[in-house]
């Protein structure tokens, strides 16, 4: 499953050249491009890499919106800014996502709907558990 | 008749409450407003903000375009001007004095000069602007840590989103870090967000002026949305930005103050002595955002 390239959907959805993805209304036009090629998956992959910053406003209009109708969303290049919008948005919702940490993955969220993404992961074959209890990426 | 509308001489947000009550008692009448800003010795970007909105406010009530008498000093004129201050005034003032042609300063204090908010596109542009000046005086200067200055542009994003979504009308922020001598003996960054809109109040009414009962006026307006987190929509991801704020600031030992209609919310660190809630207020249009974040890790005076 390709990745959506975060990035690229922001340069297509708003005017001008900007590496943030800010402010609602860019949220709403990112995820409904997002959700245009999508067509009912429940199952999305997104990438990160080259957001320079992710506010609250497009964490929640972006990742917990796609959440009601995605099931499991994996995301990769998540920095340590973009958590500080992920984090309190997820937690709000009652909502976790899995991130991509190169083979390995971190489930982010509240603990009961971090394990039920646990869970879904294990069960779909996304993920399997390592010798040590962590989260693997499965080689699609 | 011309009604004089004083500009302090050291005008901030502690002195904002002058510069208020001037205002309000000039705009009681029809005629026009004259603010006079000769005697100004310094201002914040608090003051420069509160002055473009009290213009607006003026300049949309339908009187006669406002006066501005610009400050003596050429020293402050020069810097007022290096913030960017007289481009914006420029459109809703009739300026008397003569105002030195200077660039928004690229080497300054200034980190971002007075900048109008009126669409979605401007917030991404301050946004853009304001991580290419800050991160280095954030973390070199205000010892914040580099990972966490992503935060800043964050919170300075919800911020400008308030005017964005809720006030109605454009707004200005501005964006400038100092010496702190008197008050904190630190350096500071200030972050200040105003409007001319229709405030926090007319915003939640709908919403919340039930269940506030009795109590519903523009405290109680300030105190849901700050306090309580709550938003005139029902979707539980809104009201997401304020609290992000308080968060980061909390984090980072900073200050949010909130002035809109007649009340003033503000959530103060140990260093500052600011009320929690102040009602009663003269009437000030739309709302007032100050976001203050000292230098870190040299402990608190």
Redesign the interface.
């Known amino acids: 499953m390709r990745p959506i390239d975060v990035h690229a959907v922001l340069q297509q959805s708003v005017p001008g050249t900007y590496a943030d993805l800010v402010t609602r209304p860019t949220g709403r036009a990112v995820r409904e491009r997002i959700e245009l090629t999508i067509a009912g998956a429940a199952v999305l992959r997104m990438d990160f890499s080259g957001v320079r910053c992710i506010d609250y406003s497009c964490a929640d209009e972006i990742v917990a919106k796609l959440l009601r109708t995605v099931q499991v969303l994996l995301l990769r290049g998540v920095t340590d800014a973009h958590r500080l919008a992920l984090e309190p948005v997820l937690q709000g919702h009652g909502l976790a996502v899995a991130i991509e940490m190169g083979d390995l993955l971190e489930v982010l969220g509240p603990p009961e709907a971090a394990a039920q993404v646990c869970e879904e992961l294990l069960a779909r074959r996304l993920a399997e558990r390592t010798a040590g209890g962590a989260l693997a990426l499965v080689a699609a | 008749m011309t009604r004089l509308v004083d500009v302090p001489a050291q005008f901030d947000d502690r002195t904002f409450e002058q510069f208020a009550a001037s205002f309000a008692q000039g705009a009681a009448g029809g005629e026009r407003l004259l603010f006079d800003a000769h005697a100004t010795e310094w201002a914040s970007p608090y003051g420069l903000v509160g002055l473009l909105v009290a213009g607006q406010a003026a300049h949309a009530s339908g009187r006669e375009r406002p006066l501005l008498t610009v400050p003596a000093n050429p020293r402050v004129l020069s810097y007022w001007a290096r913030a960017g201050f007289f481009q914006q005034a420029a459109l809703l003032f009739e300026i008397h004095g003569k105002v030195p042609k200077v660039k928004p300063a690229e080497e300054s204090d200034v980190l971002l000069p007075v900048t109008a908010v009126r669409a ?2 401007d ?3 301050v ?2 602007h304001i ?1 290419q000046r800050a991160t280095a005086i954030l973390t070199s200067q205000l010892g914040i840590d580099p ?1 966490a200055t ?2 800043f ?2 919170a300075l ?2 911020a400008c ?1 308030n005017i ?2 809720h006030a109605g009308t454009g707004g200005w922020v501005a964006v400038q870090h100092y010496e702190w001598r008197r008050r904190l003996a630190k350096r500071v960054v200030v972050i200040a967000v105003g409007d001319a809109g229709v405030g926090f109040r007319h915003t939640l009414e709908p919403t919340q002026a039930k269940r506030f009962g009795d109590r519903w006026g523009d405290g109680a307006a300030l105190e849901a949305a700050l306090i309580q987190g709550t938003s005139r929509f029902r979707d ?3 009201g ?2 304020l ?2 704020i308080r ?2 600031l909390s984090r980072w030992d900073g200050k949010i103050a909130i002035r809109s209609g007649t009340a003033r919310i503000a959530i103060a660190p140990s260093w500052d002595d600011d009320a929690p809630l102040t009602e009663g207020l003269s009437a000030f249009p739309g709302s007032q955002v100050l976001l203050i974040i000292p230098e870190q890790g040299t402990g608190t005076p």
Do not use: D, L, T
Request: no cysteine; proline share 4%; aromatic share 4%.
């Open positions: 979605a596109e917030v991404h542009q946004v853009s991580q990972k992503m935060g542009a964050m994003s919800e989103q964005v979504e539980p991801g809104r997401q930005g609290k992000g968060g980061y």
